[in-house]
T-cell receptor, first 113, second 111 residues
Framework: KAGVTQTPRYLIKTRGQQVTLSCSPI?????VSWYQQTPGQGLQFLFE???????NKGNFPGRFSGRQFSNSRSEMNVSTLELGDSALYLC????????????FGPGTRLTVL | QKEVEQNSGPLSVPEGAIASLNCTYS??????FFWYRQYSGKSPELIMS????GDKEDGRFTAQLNKASQYVSLLIRDSQPSDSATYLC???????????FGKGTSLLVTP
C-alpha cells in the first residue's frame, strides 16, 4: 500500500506571498490532518478534514486554511506569509475513526525569506 | 501546564542497554496514546500505539500505560545506534481528532 505523499517537498517563498501545499492520504483513508513543526514549538495541530468537512481546528490565525476533495486529497494554504511561518508542514492520514493511528507523510519544508 | 510533557534529553545509553523514555499528559479523559520516532530531517514514524493500562510489546519495544498516574513510557531493549533519534509522545485531544505532541526526547545510543 502506498504511503502518504506530499508535494512539493521544498518551497522557498518571500514574505507576503501565499503558498499551497498538497497531501494525498493512504488509499482508503478518509481523514487528513495537518501539523506544523518548528524547533521552538514542536509539532502543532493545524486542522483535520474528514469527508471534505473540517472537524477540528488548532489555534492558528485565519491565514492558514485548508480543504479536502472528494478523493480525500487535501490542500492547505497559507496567505500573506510571515518569516515565522518557516517550518516543516506535515500531513497525516488515518481512517477517520476518532482516536485511531495517524501516519505521516514526508512533509513540505517551507522557508520564508 | 503543557498537555503532553517529555524530558528533552539527550538521553544517552550504551549499545545493548535498555532505553527508557517517559511522557506525562494532563487530560484524564485521554484514551489513545502513541509513540513516534523521528530521525533528523525526516517525518515522524509511528512505532507504538497503546489504548489500555498495562504493557504492550512489539519486538524490542514495550509501551507502558498508567492512566491513573497519567503516564506513558516506552522501553527499547537491546538499544542499537540506529535507534538514535527523537521520540515523540502523542495523545489525542478531547475531540479525538487532533494529536497533541510532546516536544520529544532525543535518544543517543553509543557504540
Amino acid at each position: 500500500k502506498a504511503g502518504v505523499t506530499q508535494t512539493p517537498r521544498y518551497l522557498i517563498k518571500t514574505r507576503g506571498q501565499q503558498v499551497t501545499l498538497s497531501c494525498s492520504p493512504i488509499s482508503g483513508h478518509r481523514s487528513v490532518s495537518w501539523y506544523q513543526q518548528t524547533p521552538g514549538q514542536g509539532l502543532q495541530f493545524l486542522f483535520e478534514y474528514f469527508s471534505e468537512t473540517q472537524r477540528n481546528k488548532g489555534n492558528f490565525p485565519g491565514r492558514f486554511s485548508g480543504r479536502q476533495f472528494s478523493n480525500s486529497r487535501s490542500e492547505m494554504n497559507v496567505s500573506t506569509l510571515e518569516l515565522g511561518d518557516s517550518a516543516l508542514y506535515l500531513c497525516a492520514s488515518s481512517d477517520g475513526t476518532g482516536g485511531n493511528e495517524q501516519f505521516f507523510g514526508p512533509g513540505t519544508r517551507l522557508t520564508v525569506l | 501546564q503543557k498537555e503532553v510533557e517529555q524530558n528533552s534529553g539527550p538521553l544517552s545509553v550504551p549499545e545493548g542497554a535498555i532505553a527508557s523514555l517517559n511522557c506525562t499528559y494532563s487530560d484524564r479523559g485521554s484514551q489513545s496514546f502513541f509513540w513516534y520516532r523521528q530521525y533528523s530531517g525526516k517525518s515522524p514514524e509511528l512505532i507504538m500505539s497503546i489504548y489500555s493500562n498495562g504493557d504492550k510489546e512489539d519486538g524490542r519495544f514495550t509501551a507502558q500505560l498508567n492512566k491513573a498516574s497519567q503516564y506513558v513510557s516506552l522501553l527499547i531493549r537491546d538499544s542499537q545506534p540506529s535507534d538514535s533519534a527523537t521520540y515523540l509522545c502523542a495523545v489525542y485531544s478531547n475531540s479525538g481528532y487532533a494529536l497533541n505532541f510532546g516536544k520529544g526526547t532525543s535518544l543517543l545510543v553509543t557504540p
